[in-house]
């Protein structure tokens, strides 16, 4: 068979609904590890990082750097607008299933298929 590059459509969920761990994931995807190590200490959803504000970020979760805080809320804009792709969130063992299910590789052999049809099972089947 032949594979046509077909364009890839990514799964994507609300910033709003991550929890906590899923919030953790995607602050180190982002490139900042130190807040989602602060951002665990505080419990911090999806929920509350989508109204996050620069105050919070400077006084409680103690972002000092300016570039930090602006990163991570262009990031958060973003993600509000568009969503935050599954891929960017997933735990990678989820990740690692979810890709080995889809490949060829994971489909039945001839040999794992169903065997015990009978013959009016057969004859029903080819009607």
């Known amino acids: 068979l032949f594979r046509r590059d077909v364009p890839v459509v990514q ?3 609300a910033l709003s609904e991550l929890d906590v761990h899923e919030t953790c994931r995607l ?11 602060k951002a665990a200490d505080f419990r911090l959803d999806g929920h509350m990082l989508s109204v996050i504000t620069e105050d ?11 570039l930090q805080r602006s990163k ?3 990031k958060v804009e973003e993600y509000n607008i568009n969503g935050v792709p599954a891929s960017v969130i997933e735990d990678p063992e989820e990740q690692a299933r979810s890709v ?3 490949t060829f590789d994971e489909r039945p052999t001839f040999d794992e298929r169903p065997t015990d049809l009978t013959v009016e099972d057969s004859k029903l089947a080819h009607k």
Request: charged letters at 50%; a positive charge.
């Open 56 to 66: 919070d970020l400077k006084k409680e979760l103690k972002v000092e750097s300016r």
């Open 72 to 74: 991570l809320l262009k």
């Open 27 to 37: 602050l180190k995807s982002i490139e900042l590890p130190d807040v989602g190590d």
């Open 100 to 102: 080995r299910a889809e």
């Open 11 to 13: 799964r994507c969920r």
